[in-house]
């Protein structure tokens, strides 16, 4: 492939680095247009050796990758039940997290961390996020800990480093650069709203 342009499009396809047990969710049409061009591909490679066998080969792969794409975009839309359990699921282990001791032991949560916790890989789970929400897990785990941040300056009188470390911030300046990032305002601007 790399005499193609197909070499440099196959990098678009986030599912490559999916785990193996995150399948293509397939309807019996869709199965049907996928085995038809596997068919078409097993017929050039074992049928015909002649100066277009390339070119027929990689175009085929090119319409196989086209039609796998299509139907991995459509089944983020149409298992939407099935992905709002993951969104449920996932607001829960992060509300677990900041609520035990994880974030003081371990620090932050991260993206391999949830993926590893809901049995997806992180690429699959970015995805079905960003499909979802619109944002992908870096961002949704940002969002739960300015969440989490505004519960506790509005609600205890613990100082700006101790809510910082309790959240899993090494340094409160992290903290408070998140924090004016996403809110516009510093934690103690925040806090003074409500005092």
Same mark, same amino acid.
């Given at each position: 492939m790399l005499n193609y342009p197909l070499a440099?499009?196959?990098?678009?396809y986030n599912y490559f680095s999916y785990s193996v047990q995150e399948a293509?969710?397939?309807?019996?049409?869709?199965?049907?247009?996928?085995?038809? !061009?596997? %068919?078409? +591909?097993?017929?050039?490679?074992?049928?015909?050796?002649?100066?277009f066998s390339q070119d027929v080969i990689i175009s085929q792969i090119e319409l196989l990758l086209s039609y796998a794409h299509r139907f991995?975009?459509?089944?983020?839309i149409t298992r939407k039940s099935v992905n709002h359990t993951v969104l449920q699921h996932l607001d829960t282990i992060l509300n677990d997290y900041f609520d035990g001791p994880n974030s003081l032991d371990k620090g932050i949560p991260t993206v391999q961390y949830l993926a590893d916790q809901l049995h997806?890989?992180?690429?699959?789970?970015?995805? !079905?996020? %960003?499909? +979802?929400?619109?944002l992908n897990t870096?961002?949704?785990?940002?969002?739960?800990?300015?969440?989490?941040?505004?519960?506790?300056?509005?609600?205890?009188?613990?100082s700006v480093s101790e809510i910082a470390y309790e959240l899993g911030f090494e340094h409160p300046q992290s903290f408070s650069k998140l924090f004016k990032e996403k809110t516009r305002q510093t934690p103690l601007e925040f806090r003074e709203r409500f005092n």
């Open positions: 440099q499009k196959i990098r678009q293509l969710h397939l309807s019996d049409k869709e199965k049907e247009v996928i085995l038809a !061009l596997f %068919r078409n +591909l097993e017929e050039e490679l074992s049928n015909r050796i002649d100066e991995y975009k459509r089944q983020f997806l890989s992180p690429s699959y789970l970015s995805d !079905l996020l %960003r499909s +979802l929400t619109g870096q961002q949704l785990i940002h969002e739960k800990l300015i969440e989490k941040a505004k519960e506790k300056l509005s609600a205890t009188s613990l």
